[in-house]
């Protein structure tokens, strides 16, 4: 935190950030970021998207690595950086080949802003401080940037009320959003063996009641719900009282990501559909696939 404290948020929020997500809550943030892909899916023209194109319903595994792999990329190595500079333009690839809004964009972005803090309030060792919740919302502000995003929330109070008020507009029922939800689950659960069951009902228990309806879930019991919350509150106190982690612990690293045993290229991360005539990658880059 003393490191985090003498740097500015506005123009260091790069490495606040990589402190915040890499040393003080990998997990926590890896979790969190989980919890937000189900939020995506319940907006229905997200939701349906990602059911045409069965990324998420057929290559979940791969969908979930590449995701994780490619945000990674460009928080090791920055928006400037080689393969920061990659990754920005797979992602920009990938999305300009479909039609996607530029709201459903910017909701997507404001996820990824506010669930990791809400849920560091509820579960963390110590919640986000004002400092880094400035770093964060500079941080995807800049993401977004790159993305070609347009109207971007400011600060973190922007992108809260953005996500809260889409939300409240937005979420609803779909019968291929709850495939891909579906999808998502199994996949999670199934990281565990045969402790699956547990694993499922416990993320069901963390989903609160505005997603459990959009997806027709059935609510948990309320001492299945206090058992999960109760337990995610003492392995808290647990960590709080473990020493500061010295080395980054990037996404790549975490057991979850199984799909490339043998390492990987930035570059060859994603999917590579068809481009569209219209749109293009906002970000100014070398031509041919050596650049990576």
Not at 70 to 94: K, P, S, W, Y
Not at 160 to 188: I, K, N, P, Q
């Amino acid at each position: 935190m003393k490191e985090i404290r003498r740097l500015d948020p506005e123009r260091d929020f790069l490495t606040i950030y990589r402190i915040t997500a890499t040393r003080e809550f990998p997990w926590d943030i890896t979790r969190a970021l989980e919890l937000a892909l189900y939020r995506t899916y319940a907006v229905p023209s997200i939701g349906r998207l990602l059911a045409a194109t069965a990324e998420l319903t057929d290559r979940t595994q791969k969908r979930y690595d590449d995701t994780a792999l490619l945000l990674d990329a460009v928080l090791e190595h920055g928006f400037d950086g080689e393969d920061g500079r990659t990754a920005i333009r797979r992602i920009n690839q990938m999305h300009r080949s479909y039609d996607i809004s530029n709201e459903d964009m910017r909701y997507v972005l404001c996820t990824f802003v506010v669930v990791p803090k809400r849920w560091l309030d509820a579960y963390g060792w110590r919640p986000l401080s004002a400092h880094e919740r400035a770093a964060v919302a500079a941080y995807y502000r800049t993401l977004g940037r790159h993305m070609g995003i347009t109207e971007l929330p400011q600060t973190y109070e922007d992108f809260e009320r953005c996500l809260d008020s889409y939300e409240e507009a937005h979420f609803g029922w779909d019968e291929d959003a709850r495939r891909v939800s579906d999808a998502t689950l199994d996949l999670m659960a199934g990281w565990y063996g045969p402790l699956a069951p547990l694993v499922r009902g416990a993320s069901m228990a963390l989903l609160d009641d505005t997603l459990l309806d959009a997806f027709r879930y059935d609510r948990p019991k309320p001492a299945v719900r206090k058992a999960v919350r109760g337990a995610l509150k003492l392995r808290a106190r647990a960590v709080r009282l473990l020493p500061p982690r010295r080395t980054p612990h990037y996404a790549r690293q975490n057991p979850e990501i199984k799909g490339y045993p043998n390492g990987f290229r930035v570059a060859e991360l994603g999917t590579f559909p068809a481009a569209r005539r219209t749109g293009g990658c906002p970000v100014p880059h070398r031509e041919g696939p050596a650049a990576s």
